[in-house]
C-alpha cells in the first residue's frame, strides 16, 4: 500500500501540491470561528451535582444576582475608606449601570471589608453567556469605565471576577501562542539546519506544516462546531505544538530514509518511493497509536478533555496524510537538491557513539535493562505526592493579571470563600411550599460543618417551594481545603434535609468538587481504553502477542517517571500547591502515545536487522546504531518543541511543557535506545511469538566490518532495509 502511495505522489507531484494548496483555501476559506469557554461548569455534565445546582437556581430564582464582574476599590494612600470616598463608589455604580454596557444587566454596590480599606461594585451579566467571548468583550468595556469614572478621586480600582478573568487569560494565550509559535520556529530550524547543514531541508517542514495546520485548525473548528463540543483557549497552543513536533517528527522520519536510499545508490524518484514504502509503515503506525490514544479522550467525562481529543487526533490525522503525500511530493520534486549545500548525503557517516552505544546494548542487554528500568521507577516514586489543583483561571495565566491581583486582594480583605460562595437548595418533592419553621435549624446545622465561616438564608421563590442557603467557606474555592469542606456541607445538607425535599449544592467548589471525581472517573476509563488500543497496533505492527506487553509496560514506566519528576520539580522545588488537575490525562497521552513513536522505529528496525540474519542481540545493537540518530533528532526536536510552552508564562502551560517535553526525552532517550531493545535482546525470538516476525526467510552472509566512511555493518542489498 505505502509503495503504491509513494509511486502516486512522485509521478504527479504538482497535481499532489495543488490539491493541498486547493484544499488549504476551501477549508481557511469556509471554516467557522473556533469557539472559547472559559466557564469550568460547562465542562461537566448535566448528571453532576453542581450543575443540578446551577439548573435549579436559573430555574428558581432567575433574577438571582450572581456576580460576572467584581469592581475592587481602595484608597490610594492605603488606609480606611471616607464617607466621601463611599459616596464616590456608589456614584461610580449608578454611572456605570447608566452606561447600559452589552451583556450588564445590573450594578449595585458591594459590602466594604471588614477592615475597612476595601469596598466593591458587583455587576451581573447574563447568564447564558457565561465564560463566552462576549463577556470578556464586556469586562474589556467595564475595565477602560470604571478607571476614567474614579479618575478625580482618592480611589484606585481594579476589575476582577470570572468575566475579567476570561479576558485576561484571552490575553495571556494570545501572548503565549506567540511566545509558543516563534519558540517552536526557532528550535526547528536550527535544529534541522546543525542535522542536515541544507537551509532548504530546515524550511521546508515550516513551510508545509504552517499548510497542514490551516487546514487542520479549519477542520477541527467544523468538528466543534458540528458535534456540540466545548473549546478552551489553551487549547490553540497545545495544537501549535503537535502539529509542528509531531510533523517534525515524521519528517526526519522519512528523509533519514530518502537520504539513506540514496547513499544506496537509487535513482531520486525511486529512492522517495522506497523511502515512503519502507518507513510508511512505521509512520502510519506511530500516528495511529496517537490518533487512537487521543480518541480515546472522547470517553472523558470533562467537555474540555472530550474536545481536545478529537482536536489533536485530526490534528495529526492531517499530519500523517502530509507525511506520506505532500513532503515526499515536494521533496521529490526538489530532487537531491534539498540537501544543497551540504554534500554528507553521499556518504555513510559511521555513527560511532551510536555504534558504541548498540554494543553496550548488545553485548551487556540485562545490565542495561535494569539500569535504565531502575531509572525509571525511582523516578515514578514522586507520583506518591501528586496532588491536584482545580483552579482553571488561575492556571491559565500569571499571577500578575488584574483579575488574579483582585481575587488574592479579596481572600485578604474578605473571607477567603466570600468571592465564590456556596448555594445550597432546598427544594420540596412535592412542589409545595417548604415548612419555614425548619430553616433555622438547618441554617445552624450548615454553620457548624467544618470549615464554613457562615451561613444564611438567602432568599426563596415564589411559591417557596426552593430556598438558597448562602454557605460561606473559611478557604478560597478552588483550595484542597475548600473542596473537602463542600463534600462535608454536602453530606449535612443531604442528611438533614427536612422530610419531603431534597437539597443540592452548587457554587464554584462544588463545581471543583465534581471536577475531581470526573477526573479520577477518567483515569480508569481513559488511561485503560487508551493503552488497550495501543497494544492492538503495536500486536498488528509486529504480529506478536508478546511484544506489545512490554512496550506498553515500558511506556507506562515513562509516565510514572514523568508525573514524578514534575511532582518533584514543581511541588518540591518551585513550591507550588499543586499540579493542574488534568496534567496526568493529558501527559500519559502525549508520553504514552507519542513516545510510543520511537519505541515502535527502533522496535522496526530491530525487527529488519533480526530479518536479515542476525540473532537477537546483535540485532538489537545494529538497530540502535542505525536507529538512534532518527530517534534522538526526533525524539530532541518534539521535547525541545514541547518545552516552549514554558514561555507562556501560566501555571498550567508550563506544567505541561516540562512535563511532555521530559516524558518525551524518557521515551526517546532511555526507553527506545535502551529499556526496549535490551529486554527484546532478553526475550529473544519469543518476543515475536506466536509468529515469526523476526526471522530471515535465507540465511545471509554478514560482511566483516571495514574502516572509513564506507559501510561496516551492511548486510543489505541494493533494497536493503533500513529506518
Same mark, same amino acid.
Given at each position: ?24 483555501v476551501a ?39 450572581t ?14 475608606l ?49 465564560g463566552?467571548?462576549?463577556?470578556a ?28 478573568q ?33 537551509p ?16 487542520a ?7 466543534t ?5 466545548q473549546?478552551n ?7 501549535i ?36 514504502d ?12 496517537v490518533?487512537i ?6 470517553l ?19 499530519t500523517?496524510?502530509?507525511?506520506l ?7 521529490s520534486?526538489?530532487?537531491?537538491k534539498?540537501f544543497?549545500?551540504?554534500?554528507s ?9 551510536f555504534?558504541?552505544?548498540g ?17 525509571l ?36 480583605a ?19 411550599a ?11 446545622k ?11 438564608l ?9 430556598i ?10 478552588? %483550595? /484542597?481545603?475548600? *473542596?473537602?469542606?463542600?463534600? #462535608?456541607? !454536602? =453530606?449535612? @445538607?443531604?442528611?438533614d434535609?427536612? &422530610? ?52 506498553i ?22 513550591g ?14 502525549f508520553v504514552?502515545?507519542?513516545? %510510543? /513513536?520511537?519505541? *515502535?522505529?527502533?522496535?522496526a #528496525?530491530? !525487527? =529488519?536487522? @533480526?530479518?536479515?540474519?542476525?540473532? &537477537?542481540r ?20 518534539l ?32 526507553m527506545?535506545?535502551?529499556f526496549t ?13 506466536p509468529?515469526?516476525?523476526?526471522r ?16 561496516? %555493518?551492511?548486510?543489505?542489498d541494493?533494497?536493503?532495509? #533500513?529506518?
Open positions: 500500500m505505502f509503495r503504491r502511495i509513494g509511486n502516486v505522489v512522485v509521478r504527479h507531484p504538482v497535481w499532489t501540491i495543488v490539491a493541498w494548496l486547493i484544499a488549504a477549508i481557511v476559506a469556509t471554516a467557522p470561528s473556533l469557539p472559547s469557554n472559559s466557564d469550568e461548569s460547562s465542562f461537566l455534565p448535566k448528571s453532576y451535582e453542581s450543575i443540578k445546582a446551577a439548573d435549579i437556581q436559573a430555574k428558581a430564582f432567575p433574577a438571582a444576582f456576580p460576572s464582574a467584581i469592581a475592587l476599590y481602595q484608597r490610594t494612600d492605603g488606609g480606611k471616607t464617607a466621601a470616598d463611599k459616596k464616590d463608589v456608589e456614584r461610580i455604580s449608578s454611572e456605570l449601570g447608566e452606561k447600559k454596557i452589552d451583556q450588564v444587566q445590573k450594578v449595585v454596590p458591594g459590602q466594604p471589608s471588614s477592615d475597612g480599606r476595601y469596598t466593591m461594585t458587583l455587576v451581573q451579566m447574563d447568564s447564558k453567556n457565561a463566552q467571548p462576549v463577556q468583550d464586556a469586562a474589556k468595556v467595564l475595565r477602560d469605565d470604571v478607571k476614567q469614572l474614579v479618575k478625580g478621586t482618592n480611589l484606585e480600582v481594579k476589575l476582577g471576577g470570572s468575566a475579567a476570561a479576558l485576561d487569560q484571552q490575553d495571556s494565550s494570545k501572548r503565549g501562542e506567540a511566545l509558543i509559535g516563534i519558540g517552536t520556529f526557532v528550535i526547528i530550524l536550527v535544529t534541522l539546519l546543525i542535522i542536515f547543514r541544507a532548504i531541508l530546515a524550511f521546508l517542514p515550516l513551510i508545509t506544516i504552517g499548510l497542514v495546520s490551516a487546514i485548525n479549519g477542520l477541527i473548528a467544523y468538528a462546531k458540528l458535534f456540540g463540543l473549546a483557549s489553551s487549547i490553540s497552543s497545545i495544537l505544538v503537535v502539529l509542528f513536533g509531531v510533523g517534525t517528527d515524521y519528517f526526519l522520519f522519512l528523509m533519514f530514509r530518502y537520504r539513506e536510499r540514496l547513499r544506496l545508490g537509487d535513482e531520486p524518484k525511486q529512492a522517495m518511493v522506497n523511502a515512503v519502507r518507513v510508511g509503515e512505521a509512520i502510519a503506525s506511530a500516528a495511529g497509536a490518533i490514544a487521543f480518541f480515546a479522550l472522547v472523558s467525562t470533562l467537555g474540555f478533555l472530550k474536545q481536545m481529543g478529537p482536536a489533536l487526533a485530526i490534528a495529526v490525522t492531517v500523517l496524510i502530509a507525511g503525500t505532500l513532503i515526499p511530493a515536494v521533496v520534486l526538489i530532487g537531491p534539498v544543497w549545500p551540504s554534500k548525503w553521499q556518504r555513510e557517516p559511521e555513527n560511532a557513539r555504534a558504541a552505544l554494543r553496550g546494548v548488545q553485548n551487556r542487554p540485562a545490565l542495561t535493562a535494569a539500569l535504565s528500568g531502575l531509572v521507577v525511582v523516578l515514578s516514586l514522586g507520583t506518591l505526592g501528586f496532588n491536584a489543583t482545580f483552579d482553571l483561571a488561575a492556571g491559565s495565566m500569571p499571577k500578575t493579571k488584574e483579575s488574579m491581583v483582585v481575587q488574592d486582594e479579596m481572600q485578604k474578605y473571607s477567603a470563600g466570600a468571592a465564590a460562595p456556596t448555594d445550597v437548595y432546598l427544594s420540596s418533592t412535592d412542589g409545595k417548604i415548612d419555614t419553621t425548619v430553616f433555622d435549624a438547618y441554617v445552624k450548615l454553620a457548624a460543618v467544618d470549615g464554613v465561616a457562615n451561613a444564611r438567602a432568599q426563596l421563590n415564589k411559591d417557596g417551594s426552593t438558597d442557603f448562602n454557605v460561606t467557606l473559611k478557604y478560597e474555592a478552588s %483550595t /484542597d481545603k475548600a *473542596i473537602e469542606t463542600v463534600g #462535608r456541607v !454536602r =453530606e449535612v @445538607a443531604h442528611a434535609a427536612p &422530610p419531603g425535599t431534597e437539597a443540592v449544592v452548587g457554587g464554584m467548589s462544588s463545581i471543583y468538587k465534581d471536577i475531581d471525581t470526573a477526573v479520577t472517573h477518567d483515569y480508569k476509563t481513559v488511561f485503560p481504553v487508551a493503552a488497550l488500543l495501543i497494544m492492538l497496533i503495536l500486536g498488528l505492527l509486529l504480529r506478536s502477542v508478546v511484544a506489545p506487553w512490554y512496550l509496560a515500558s511506556v507506562g514506566l515513562g509516565f510514572g517517571a514523568t508525573l514524578g519528576a514534575t511532582v518533584w520539580i514543581f511541588q518540591g522545588a518551585v507550588h500547591s499543586g499540579l493542574m488537575f488534568m496534567l496526568p490525562v493529558i501527559m500519559y497521552l504514552v502515545a507519542i513516545g %510510543t /513513536d520511537y519505541n *515502535i522505529l527502533m522496535i #528496525r530491530l !525487527r =529488519e536487522e @533480526a530479518r536479515e540474519g542476525r540473532e &537477537p546483535e540485532a538489537a545493537g545494529m538497530a540502535l546504531r542505525h536507529a538512534g540518530p532518527t530517534v534522538a533528532a526526533a525524539g530532541f526536536i521535547a525541545a518543541t514541547f518545552a516552549t510552552m514554558m514561555l507562556a508564562g501560566n501555571a498550567l502551560l508550563t506544567e505541561m511543557g516540562f512535563a511532555v517535553s521530559f516524558g518525551i526525552a524518557v521515551a526517546a532517550f532511555v527506545a535506545m535502551f531493545p535490551s529486554l527484546t535482546a532478553l526475550i529473544g525470538h519469543a518476543a515475536w511469538w509468529g515469526h516476525a523476526d530471515a526467510k535465507e540465511p545471509t552472509a554478514i560482511p566483516a566490518p571495514v574502516s572509513g566512511g564506507e559501510r561496516d %555493518t551492511l548486510a543489505h541494493s533494497a536493503g532495509r #533500513r529506518s
